[in-house]
């Protein structure tokens, strides 16, 4: 261990420790100004609670939307040669880059009463979707599937194909091979994935208001409560839910980490 730290050059450890010093500190600044003396009682609000409890619902849920969706895209991308992939690929992690009220207006021309798909929707159906619950779950997992997709194509890419290749010689149909198979030797990137596009969820903001609003116990989720209290002056009120989102999140990645991504 000692010879590992002679050889680490001071040029890296001054600009590291800056790096991890920036990400720290607004993180300590938070837990400073937190009103500790009055916490339980913020806590034991309803509205509180009732954000909380659609937070966790809905990121959930668009995690769930985002395997059921990703894992196959994923697999496209990393398995299939088709004309135009480099496209699709792009098309994929455009949401990575673009910026979340863009894409909360690009759903609404999409699926809102009057959009591309919305208004077949809302003809035929009688289906609305933003400023919904629904309207959340698309929202968050419209920023969040990228997360998703880059995790588990990467994991395919890595993934040793001899094993898929000796399941197909033995006779083991394509769907088989794909769930018997693949998937066990991808099920760490699948996880991380799925840890990553959660906490993105969680965290979503700018799509989520543009297309669903700020309803409470129908479209408000944390972040949009924590924008809320902020804009009424509540400095105390936004810390304490700001540390609630902090402490699941941390709470949420460390254990799955641990459970899951160790093999990775």
């Known amino acids: 261990m000692s010879n590992r730290r002679r050889g680490v050059p001071l040029a890296l450890l001054v600009p590291a420790g800056l790096g991890l010093?920036?990400?720290?500190?607004?993180l300590i600044g938070l837990l400073a100004r937190t009103p500790w003396s009055s916490l339980l009682d913020r806590l034991a609000e309803p509205e509180v609670m009732t954000a909380l409890r659609l937070s966790l619902l809905t990121a959930t849920i668009a995690t769930g939307v985002c395997l059921l969706l990703g894992v196959p895209l994923a697999w496209l991308l990393a398995r299939v040669e088709f004309p135009g992939r480099r496209i699709v690929r792009a098309l994929?992690?455009?949401p990575l880059v673009l910026p979340p009220v863009v894409g909360g207006?690009?759903?609404?021309?999409?699926?809102?009463?009057r959009g591309l798909l919305g208004s077949w929707l809302d003809s035929t159906f009688g289906i609305t979707l933003p400023f919904t619950t629904a309207g959340v779950v698309i929202a968050e997992a419209f920023v969040a599937l990228p997360f998703l997709v880059i995790s588990v194509e990467g994991a395919l890419r890595g993934a040793d194909t001899r094993y898929e290749e000796a399941a197909a010689?033995?006779?083991a149909a394509?769907?088989?091979?794909?769930?018997?198979?693949?998937l066990p030797l991808v099920a760490p990137g699948i996880a991380a994935g799925a840890v990553l596009c959660w906490a993105r969820a969680l965290g979503e903001f700018g799509a989520t208001i543009t297309f669903a609003g700020n309803y409470p116990g129908i479209t408000q989720t944390m972040p949009l409560a924590v924008y809320q209290t902020m804009e009424s002056g509540d400095l105390e009120g936004a810390v304490v839910l700001s540390l609630i989102l902090l402490i699941v999140s941390v709470t949420i990645l460390a254990t799955l980490r641990d459970r899951w991504l160790t093999s990775a």
């Open 92 to 94: 994929v992690t455009v």
């Open 174 to 182: 394509p769907w088989t091979r794909f769930t018997h198979v693949t």
């Open 169 to 171: 010689t033995l006779g």
């Open 105 to 113: 207006i690009a759903l609404l021309l999409a699926l809102g009463r």
């Open 21 to 26: 010093a920036f990400l720290v500190l607004p």
